[in-house]
């Protein structure tokens, strides 16, 4: 196992000098299949088919077992709501012979129709297609399903009205095709494939119809010609002439194509270097239990975990709880695609604190802050203005233990005293940020901000020294992180 671990980290510092996971190293099956043994647990988890809203039930493609964290929180998918179904052209009992006239009078007067409030027979309607709606589902947390099934979800027709061509009491409306609900994770963004937003499903509950099922077809009374005058006093809906058997015809349902976007709806984002010991303390003080181990690139896709009520603000306030996401480590570069590259940190938007895990027994630890704040400062210099605290991780190690003062110290010194009231914005930062899509890559890195150093943001709320593997100072560090979610309660 020793060998395998190490040959992984060889694999792996190969792929952060490459900038990518080469096809290459991807062949390599001694590696990989080790590799992939490892995830195989989360992966089986993860890849599941849809329920219910699945009729075809495709492979997932090979690179998306592969690499999966390339496509958790990105797909494309079309859409297509139920077509309307088909109504009726029917002909008057009897058939308009001349001595059944006076019978089909009769049935048409005494027949238990549908009828309106003044009297006419409402003929019957074919039923609608289904609509196809998204809505924020709890309990899915990639899109990682929407890439296995050629990306189309199609929502069932509307039923015909009865083939029995004949005016009859007993004809039944057709019934409606059903929507078609489909689940997406919390956080899910939903845009048209042009780039307009359709909607942000962000909190439990959240839907959004995303596809209009066809109407249903009406029926039509088919008399003769001279008859039709004396028929459009008992009904609306005589036919005309032949085009009006247009109106027969069930409307087509709406199709459209979406991007779908996950960013993870998280309090607090957890970012650092690869190896720093992040899910550690993700799994130390949540319930969350993500794959650790000693080597980089442990965490390929964001792990959620809760935070439990902070005890200490009473009965009233103790249930009241911050969601933390461990984020894949960032290296130097990631900013042009080493390693994982930066794409994670999409799902920093939505936090409202950071939490910097450095590995304090590494060789420089500050520059591996600064490498972090740079990253981030490349994707978007908003993250830096965001609330943060520094957690100084592995000081059960003697190599950090005995450099802790030295380093508090210069971690406090890299940024400017912070404004207690929120988050530091001029007035034009806010313009900017407010009009610009944030998922962007970085031309948000060539403005004015750019000029700007690490110096110039706002420094750490508070440094903590902490041993997460071995619970040393961690309630120090609890204390820290839910003080400053009580300071800052959101970031906008
Ligand atoms: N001695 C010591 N080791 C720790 C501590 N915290 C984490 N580690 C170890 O550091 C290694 C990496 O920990 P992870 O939690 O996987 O680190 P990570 O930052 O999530 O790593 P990536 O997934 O690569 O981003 C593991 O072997 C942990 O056991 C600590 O407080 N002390």
């Known amino acids: 196992m020793a060998t395998t671990l190490g040959q992984l980290r060889t694999c792996f510092l190969q792929l952060t000098d490459s900038n990518k996971l080469d096809s290459a190293q991807l ?14 647990f989360s992966l089986s988890c993860r890849v599941k088919p849809p329920v219910n809203d699945s009729p075809s039930r495709d492979p997932a493609p090979a690179s998306l077992t592969r690499e999966p964290h390339k496509y958790f929180d990105q797909a494309v998918i079309t859409v297509r709501a139920g077509d309307g179904g088909r109504g009726s052209v029917l002909s008057v009992p009897g058939g308009g012979k001349a001595d059944d006239k006076e019978k089909a009078g009769k049935v048409w007067k005494k027949a238990a129709y549908k009828r309106d409030f003044d009297g006419s027979v409402i003929l019957p309607v074919a039923g609608k297609g289904g609509d196809v709606i998204l809505f924020a589902d709890e309990g899915k947390d990639t899109l990682l399903e929407f890439h296995g099934r050629n990306g189309r979800y199609c929502a069932k027709r509307g039923g015909n009205v009865d083939a029995v061509r004949v005016l009859n009491p ?10 078609l609900r489909i ?45 039709r005058k004396k028929s459009m006093t008992l ?33 607090v984002g957890l970012v650092g270097l690869p190896n720093a010991g992040k899910s550690t303390l993700l799994a130390a003080i949540t319930r969350a239990k993500p794959d650790i181990a000693d080597y980089p690139f442990t965490t390929l896709m964001p792990n959620l975990g809760r935070l439990d009520g902070d005890p200490t603000l009473g009965a009233g306030r103790y249930s009241s709880e911050a969601t933390l996401a461990d984020l894949p480590g960032l290296i130097e570069g990631a900013h042009l695609g080493k390693g994982l590259g930066r794409n994670f940190l999409r799902h920093l938007r939505r936090t409202r604190l950071l939490v910097h895990v450095v590995d304090a027994a590494a060789e420089d630890p500050v520059n591996d802050y600064r490498t ?6 490349m994707y978007n210099p908003d993250y830096l203005d965001r609330p943060y ?5 592995k000081i059960d190690l003697p190599k950090a233990m005995e450099r802790i003062t030295y380093l508090t110290q210069k971690i406090q010194q890299i940024g400017k005293e912070r404004c207690t009231l929120g988050p530091e914005k001029t007035s034009n930062d806010a313009a900017e940020s407010d009009d610009r899509d944030i998922d962007a890559p970085s031309t948000r890195a060539s403005g004015i901000r750019r000029e700007k150093e690490i110096e110039d943001y706002p420094g750490p709320l508070a440094v903590v020294a902490v041993s997460v593997l071995n619970g040393i100072q961690v309630g120090e560090m609890l204390q820290a992180i839910r003080a400053a979610l009580r300071t800052y309660p959101e970031f906008t």
């Not at 062949?27 to 195989?40: A, E, H, N, Q, W």
């Not at 709406?254 to 309090?267: G, K, N, T």
């Not at 605290?389 to 991780?393: D, E, G």
């Open 235 to 267: 009904t609306a809906n005589v036919m005309r002439d032949e085009s009006d058997k247009v109106l027969v015809l069930g409307q087509p349902g709406e199709e459209v194509s979406l991007e779908l976007i996950l960013r993870v709806v998280a309090d």
């Open 170 to 179: 007993l004809l039944r409306d057709g019934v409606d095709g059903g929507d």
């Open 27 to 40: 062949g390599r099956p001694d590696l990989i299949s080790t590799r992939r043994d490892l995830r195989s």
């Open 183 to 227: 689940g997406v994770p919390l956080g899910t963004v939903v845009k048209r494939k042009n780039g307009k937003l359709f909607a942000d499903l962000a909190n439990p509950g959240d839907e959004v119809l995303v596809a209009r099922g066809g109407q249903g077809g009406i029926s039509l009374l088919e008399v003769p010609l001279h008859r």
């Open 372 to 377: 972090v704040k740079e990253e981030l400062r």
């Open 389 to 393: 605290i520094v957690v100084l991780n």
